[in-house]
């Protein structure tokens, strides 16, 4: 089993910098206080607000199903989703599945893969249809800046990396042209200490200078409580052509991502997740060009297609994207003065291995040729590996893989 080398490029700490810049923790923020207070017509204008955009994403159903977890689900006819809402898709429906990458891994028996908790009642949408998570007013209320729900925080970027609150741990690979990626993502249910925190674990395929122009395309799992006021991991996409300002959202809160499947919500909790020393479940995703007509696919599971980005909403990912990046994030907003105790992955160091530590596994890119292969010079690193730490490795089993996170505070992380 050998380890990877730990030799840092500059654009991938170019990078991990630049997100976290444009999206700083606001140490002002009040814990204790769940939402701003605001005068009587500012408050009108806010739920206004609010009611317009709730009529806009929340589509009229065919069918509704109310999942275990408190979450609704609506099923949407497929050309009515909030997609079609943009200029160049009114008046369209969704394209055939393309061609799928060749060299798909044989999957192993040794895990389970997760299904979601909506679809326990074994209640679906109906053929036509897409199920989509039902957006409350409450989730707008949570959100710490309400016209930019869905979205992530946009701020100037700083030079002062100190306190910018995002911290990683990632294995990623550049220096080449890459059209698409694949990983099994190892999940849990990690600890989030606050509102105004998150823990995720995830894919970016990434294009651009890291200016303006940053093109990246996401996918993975995410506990976010201010986002959907729980504490599940769940399936979460995002998109950005302009890095993270205008552009862009989670899941289906803008239109963008085209889905085409009717049986898998995006945004809604995954089960069952991982256990210290018992079982591990892992999801399997996959994110690729087509190069016919050039739109991204994303593929969840053993070949369960959930749908794709228009080619259109991009810039630089019309052709191809420059890195490809796995791993794990979260905010350390410092609400107590310390370090943060929210988790990364299972929350606890990498040197911990199988059943203990979160993994991804089976790491590949997507070539010219529309190929999947293994990565070549995967490198890894943690910016803050007392907190949140990794570990790489190959094997024949597990092809690419490493193990990451952390508990956050602890003797070593204050």
């Avoid at 044989?106 to 679906?124: A, D």
Wanted: with cysteine; aromatic share 14%; proline share 6%.
């Amino acid at each position: 089993m050998a380890a990877f080398c730990c030799n840092i490029s500059p654009i991938i700490v170019f990078f991990l910098f630049f997100i976290s810049f444009v999206f700083p923790v606001r140490s002002s923020v009040n814990f204790n206080d769940t939402h701003q207070k605001f005068r009587p017509v500012d408050e009108s204008k806010k739920l206004k607000f609010i009611k317009a955009h709730l009529t806009k994403i929340n589509k009229p159903p065919v069918k509704t199903i109310q999942s275990p977890d408190g979450d609704i689900i609506d099923c949407v006819l497929s050309h009515q989703q909030p997609a079609f809402d943009h200029p160049q898709l009114t008046g369209q429906k969704p394209l055939d599945p393309p061609d799928r990458p060749n060299g798909q891994l044989p999957r192993t028996r040794m895990f389970e893969e997760n299904s979601q908790i909506w679809s326990m009642s074994n209640e679906f949408c109906p053929q036509g249809t897409v199920p989509i998570r039902r957006t409350s007013e409450k989730d707008f209320l949570r959100a710490s800046n309400v016209k930019r729900f869905g979205k992530k925080l946009r701020n100037p970027i700083r030079r002062d990396s100190s306190t910018n609150g995002h911290e990683h741990a990632v294995g990623y690979v550049s220096g080449d042209e890459y059209y698409g990626a694949k990983a099994s993502i190892n999940v849990w249910a990690p600890r989030v200490s606050n509102q105004f925190e998150f823990s995720l674990s995830q894919m970016w395929v990434i294009a651009g200078s890291f200016g303006d122009d940053l093109n990246t395309i996401e996918a993975g799992w995410q506990v976010s409580p201010e986002l959907y006021g729980d504490n599940y991991p769940r399936f979460f996409t995002y998109w950005t052509s302009d890095a993270y300002q205008a552009t862009g959202c989670y899941n289906l809160l803008c239109s963008g991502f085209v889905q085409t499947n009717n049986r898998i919500a995006i945004g809604a909790a995954i089960s069952p997740t991982s256990s210290y020393n018992g079982g591990q479940f892992d999801i399997s995703l996959l994110i690729w060009k087509d190069p016919k007509h050039g739109n991204w696919w994303l593929e969840f599971g053993n070949g369960i297609l959930v749908g794709y980005w228009p080619s259109f909403l991009f810039t630089h990912l019309r052709d191809h994207a420059s890195m490809v990046q796995f791993g794990g994030e979260i905010v350390n907003s410092q609400s107590s003065g310390g370090h943060t105790q929210t988790q990364m992955g299972s929350g606890h160091f990498a040197g911990e291995g199988f059943g203990k530590a979160s993994y991804f596994r089976n790491l590949q890119v997507v070539d010219w040729d529309n190929s999947l292969v293994p990565l070549s010079n995967l490198r890894v690193l943690a910016d803050h590996p007392n907190c949140y730490d990794i570990q790489g490795g190959v094997n024949k089993v597990w092809g690419n893989y490493f193990y990451y996170g952390g508990p956050g505070k602890n003797s070593k992380c204050s």
